[in-house]
């Protein structure tokens, strides 16, 4: 039976609000997200775009972005001034960040862009994203990684600046290569650090741990938000930054603490606790600034699933006690639950084809959702989650 069709937001509906919209904007600037994405995903996007005012000022200027405008090295400065001078200790600390550099776009290359999670803007990001009250540990583990940074600095000073972070290495390089091309110095960057025989190892190293995890890195599935990007690729495409959990007027995007596996840490999954995916919603997929969520409008979203409803007859009232209950029919926005007739009594019965897996009827169902939970579905792609229509109009 037909109902009535399910509005889409109205202008200002689901509206994110100046704290959520603050969320959006910072990581997207990245060239290092930027560019390591590009690669990955072979394409380019608005978001890709927007760091390219940052490489134009890079080959004119090279670290000028790193010395006046990034939050997360001014929190770095501001932490070695607390420490004091440690010259010898920084002289001792390894440069890395060339290697992270290469191992990221030798990585993205082969379609699994390790070490993305290291971008200094969503870092910073993912601090606040990660903001709300009461604390849980969900929401203080995300912030480790700017705290790292302040702890390094204090130990340490101009650690993270000048000897891990690649997006500071990645325009230090860019600078070398404009100065080079206006004729005011030779291209020689760091030759006791880029050397060719460490460039190829790095290089080989990085490609074969990149194929290495995406082929048997993928974990236990987990509920990703509508539109994800495969298993296997979104963790390495997530960079953590926490725009989806901050953007999500629901809040059922959480940063996973191990579910899905040492690979998937801080990326985001859904939990149906207190409530569940809007057929009127589609923030999270507005606010992805690297292609781990694809941006999706609303109709599109609509036509995807990220699981799918399996009831568990053993503990349905209807199917196991003969109690009449249907409530997760009655309150499914896509009318993916049919009833079966036993004895008599309507039954309720999931149909995979429809099914979104919004999470609607499990919160609606009495046994406390335990009759009927939401599932994922195990390693699916975009093309494979599309499901036929039902009652939301397209």
């Not at 030759?191 to 060719?196: C, D, K, Y």
């Not at 979104?234 to 901050?246: D, H, W």
């Not at 009827?361 to 699916?380: D, K």
Request: aromatic share 6%; hydrophobic share 40%.
């Amino acid at each position: 039976m037909q109902t009535a069709p399910v509005p889409g937001p109205e202008p200002g509906e689901n509206a994110p609000g100046l704290l959520r919209e603050g969320a959006r904007g910072l990581p997207e600037t990245s060239p290092w997200l930027g560019v390591t994405t590009a690669i990955a995903t072979r394409s380019v996007g608005l978001w890709t775009l927007l760091g390219l005012p940052l490489l134009v000022v890079a080959l004119l200027r090279g670290r000028w972005f790193c010395r006046n405008m990034c939050p997360t090295g001014l929190i770095a400065e501001y932490a070695g001034k607390l420490g004091g001078r440690r010259a010898r200790l920084l002289r001792s600390f390894p440069v890395l960040g060339p290697f992270v550099v290469v191992i990221g776009i030798c990585s993205a290359v082969v379609g699994y862009p390790a070490l993305i999670w290291l971008d200094p803007l969503s870092i910073f990001n993912g601090f606040f994203s990660s903001l709300r009250w009461p604390l849980t540990l969900a929401g203080a583990l995300p912030m480790t990684g700017l705290l790292f940074i302040v702890v390094l600095g204090i130990l340490c000073p101009s650690a993270w600046c000048y000897r891990i972070c690649p997006l500071g290495f990645s325009l230090e390089m860019l600078g070398a290569l404009g100065r080079a091309l206006r004729g005011r110095s030779r291209l020689h960057y760091r030759a006791a650090v880029f050397t060719e025989r460490r460039v190829v190892t790095a290089s080989l190293a990085a490609g074969a741990a990149a194929l290495f995890a995406r082929r048997w890195g993928a974990s236990t599935p987990v509920l990703r938000p509508p539109g994800s990007a495969p298993e296997e690729t979104f963790t390495a495409l997530c960079s953590r930054c926490g725009n989806c959990v901050r953007a999500c007027p629901h809040h059922i995007l959480e940063p996973d603490l191990g579910r899905s596996g040492a690979l998937g840490l801080l990326t985001p999954v859904v939990v149906l606790r207190d409530d569940y995916c809007s057929e009127s919603c589609n923030e999270c997929l507005r606010v992805c600034p690297n292609g781990a969520i694809a941006t999706l409008d609303l109709t599109e979203k609509r036509r995807l699933a990220m699981g799918y409803a399996r009831v568990d007859r053993s503990r349905c009232w209807a199917w196991e006690d003969g109690i009449p209950c249907m409530r997760c029919s009655e309150t499914c926005p896509y009318g993916a639950i049919e009833a079966a007739v036993v004895d008599g009594l309507d039954c309720p019965v999931v149909d995979p084809d429809v099914c979104r897996g919004c999470g609607k009827c499990q919160l609606a169902c009495p046994v406390g959702g335990l009759a009927i939970r939401v599932e994922p579905r195990p390693r699916a792609r975009l093309d494979a989650v599309r499901v036929r229509s039902t009652r939301i109009p397209d």
